[in-house]
């Protein structure tokens, strides 16, 4: 008894095998049980600003007077978690930045933060997000997977199983990473048991965006060699109890085969006009600023070429995996971090709105945690430790409030007291913007439908416009 494949293969001279191999890379795209949006949305795109580390919610978007009033003083039992670095002498300990009202709106933005407090009217701030561990590597998969032990898809590979791409010549989700893995590892990019199509595509800072984007070969020895590999390993799944890792692999040859011409392009900012490069910090004489604000304005030029979801990855300048991670030199190092990062989120967040692309593309800036309110001792060269009680992250454009808050925490920064949030109910409000129900988002394996809440999730409709 001969199969399907089998029959393609030697019937009609193999002809019929040929027009397989070229449907394969289209069906590996579409990914079986991919679903469609399920209402109109206003989101086409997401671009997620990764703040690795854990920035301090109560030196950024989230005031409290109180730590300096009661500055150097214990803390006591009764503010002591389990989910915080934090016993009962360690004290309170205050912001070294000011905090104002910005904007038409009055939001509380800190000094911190100059230019994002100029666009102050466009950005949602969640205050009242709660995490699970006061470990980087499980927080960082909490957020990207929606489990702390990872083993799932990330976010930008659900966005890609769901939507797929606006662009056959790009793939669907893109980490715009600078020269580092981040606590938790590859897992927070990955695919998991999702197609290996839905995986994501990194593109460096330094250098050439992605190896061997530039061909040795002339196109019609490429091409021959792509159909080599079709053959043998179409035959391999022949074979394979499982196809589909294979079907995959194909469309990955295919894909790439066709980034070659548009990576190039899409990743040369040089295009871009000499004010547009200076409004992200490009020209800055700072290395670090300079390859953050380059991979910025790439992912503006990214989604404008349709890409679903990018990630832009922050850059370690200390040799510290999670580059926000201030245990101490808190005020330095605080400073440093946002020298390199803000000016280039907030020219971002600017440009996508003078280009009408706002409305469509939904920015989310985050880190894993928060930081302690409280130290060991104060001192000049004193830190906040990893807080998961209660933390602060914002979004702006896709569909959402821009200038407002939401939730808060109690009048030291340590707890949450009012509509507490998890990463589930981030990820359900994106999939939502997209329109995808998150509930419907699901992929049969280990003989059971995963999501990408898993049993949690709401949608927060307070802040969407």
């Given at each position: 008894?001969?199969?399907?494949?089998?029959?393609?293969?030697?019937?009609?001279?193999?002809?019929?095998?040929?027009?397989?191999?070229?449907?394969?890379?289209?069906?590996?795209?579409?990914?079986?049980?991919?679903?469609?949006?399920?209402?109109?949305?206003?989101?086409?795109?997401?671009?997620?600003?990764?703040?690795?580390?854990?920035?301090?919610?109560?030196?950024?978007?989230?005031?409290?007077?109180?730590?300096?009033?009661?500055?150097?003083?214990?803390?006591?039992?009764?503010?002591?978690?389990?989910?915080?670095?934090?016993?009962?002498?360690?004290?309170?300990?205050?912001?070294?930045?000011?905090?104002?009202?910005?904007?038409?709106?009055?939001?509380?933005?800190?000094?911190?933060?100059?230019?994002?407090?100029?666009?102050?009217?466009?950005?949602?701030?969640?205050?009242?997000?709660?995490?699970?561990?006061?470990?980087?590597?499980?927080?960082?998969?909490?957020?990207?997977?929606?489990?702390?032990?990872?083993?799932?898809?990330?976010?930008?590979?659900?966005?890609?199983?769901?939507?797929?791409?606006?662009?056959?010549?790009?793939?669907?989700?893109?980490?715009?990473?600078?020269?580092?893995?981040?606590?938790?590892?590859?897992?927070?990019?990955?695919?998991?048991?999702?197609?290996?199509?839905?995986?994501?595509?990194?593109?460096?800072?330094?250098?050439?965006?992605?190896?061997?984007?530039?061909?040795?070969?002339?196109?019609?020895?490429?091409?021959?060699?792509?159909?080599?590999?079709?053959?043998?390993?179409?035959?391999?799944?022949?074979?394979?109890?499982?196809?589909?890792?294979?079907?995959?692999?194909?469309?990955?040859?295919?894909?790439?085969?066709?980034?070659?011409t548009l990576i190039p392009e899409v990743a040369d900012i040089s295009q871009e006009s000499l004010h547009v490069q200076r409004e992200y910090g490009i020209d800055s004489k700072d290395k670090?600023?300079?390859?953050?604000?380059?991979?910025?304005?790439?992912?503006?030029?990214?989604?404008?070429?349709?890409?679903?979801?990018?990630?832009?990855?922050?850059p370690s300048f200390d040799s510290n995996n999670s580059p926000w991670d201030q245990h101490g030199l808190l005020k330095q190092n605080h400073e440093k971090n946002a020298r390199i990062t803000e000016q280039s989120v907030a020219a971002l967040i600017t440009d996508l709105k003078r280009?009408?692309?706002?409305?469509?593309?939904?920015?989310?800036?985050?880190?894993?945690?928060?930081?302690?309110?409280?130290?060991?001792?104060?001192?000049?060269?004193?830190?906040?430790?990893?807080?998961?009680?209660?933390?602060?992250?914002?979004?702006?454009?896709?569909?959402?409030?821009?200038?407002?808050?939401?939730?808060?925490?109690?009048?030291?920064?340590?707890?949450?007291?009012?509509?507490?949030?998890?990463?589930?109910?981030?990820?359900?409000?994106?999939?939502?913007?997209?329109?995808?129900?998150?509930?419907?988002?699901?992929?049969?394996?280990?003989?059971?439908?995963?999501?990408?809440?898993?049993?949690?999730?709401?949608?927060?409709?307070?802040?969407?416009?």
């Open positions: 008894m001969i199969n399907r494949r089998g029959f393609l293969h030697n019937s009609s001279a193999g002809f019929g095998w040929l027009a397989f191999a070229g449907l394969l890379g289209e069906q590996a795209q579409a990914a079986t049980k991919k679903p469609l949006p399920q209402f109109v949305a206003p989101v086409k795109n997401v671009i997620f600003c990764f703040m690795d580390g854990g920035p301090s919610h109560v030196d950024t978007f989230d005031p409290k007077p109180a730590l300096k009033t009661h500055e150097g003083k214990a803390i006591g039992k009764e503010a002591v978690s389990k989910r915080s670095q934090s016993n009962a002498s360690r004290v309170w300990l205050g912001s070294p930045w000011e905090f104002r009202k910005r904007g038409e709106s009055g939001l509380w933005v800190s000094d911190l933060f100059p230019h994002l407090a100029s666009i102050a009217d466009e950005l949602c701030v969640v205050r009242s997000m709660v995490g699970e561990l006061p470990l980087h590597g499980q927080q960082n998969l909490l957020l990207h997977t929606g489990r702390i032990i990872g083993q799932a898809p990330s976010m930008g590979a659900w966005v890609s199983y769901g939507l797929g791409t606006e662009n056959k010549n790009l793939p669907a989700y893109v980490v715009l990473n600078n020269d580092w893995v981040p606590n938790g590892g590859l897992e927070n990019f990955g695919s998991s048991f999702l197609p290996a199509t839905h995986q994501a595509t990194q593109v460096r800072a330094k250098g050439s965006p992605v190896d061997n984007i530039q061909p040795a070969d002339t196109l019609s020895l490429q091409q021959r060699k792509l159909a080599l590999l079709a053959k043998q390993d179409l035959a391999f799944a022949t074979r394979a109890s499982e196809a589909s890792p294979i079907e995959s692999a194909i469309a990955n040859y295919e894909t790439a085969f066709r980034m070659q670090h600023q300079h390859y953050y604000a380059t991979q910025a304005l790439r992912a503006r030029r990214l989604v404008e070429a349709g890409v679903r979801f990018v990630e832009i990855t922050c280009r009408g692309l706002l409305n469509e593309t939904l920015v989310v800036w985050a880190g894993e945690m928060g930081r302690t309110p409280h130290t060991p001792k104060v001192s000049p060269t004193c830190g906040r430790d990893h807080h998961v009680n209660g933390y602060s992250l914002f979004m702006a454009g896709g569909g959402l409030k821009g200038g407002m808050t939401f939730g808060e925490t109690d009048e030291f920064g340590n707890s949450v007291v009012e509509h507490p949030l998890s990463i589930h109910d981030i990820h359900a409000t994106i999939l939502h913007q997209l329109g995808i129900n998150h509930e419907d988002l699901t992929f049969r394996h280990g003989g059971r439908d995963h999501r990408l809440t898993d049993v949690h999730g709401h949608v927060i409709q307070e802040i969407i416009s």
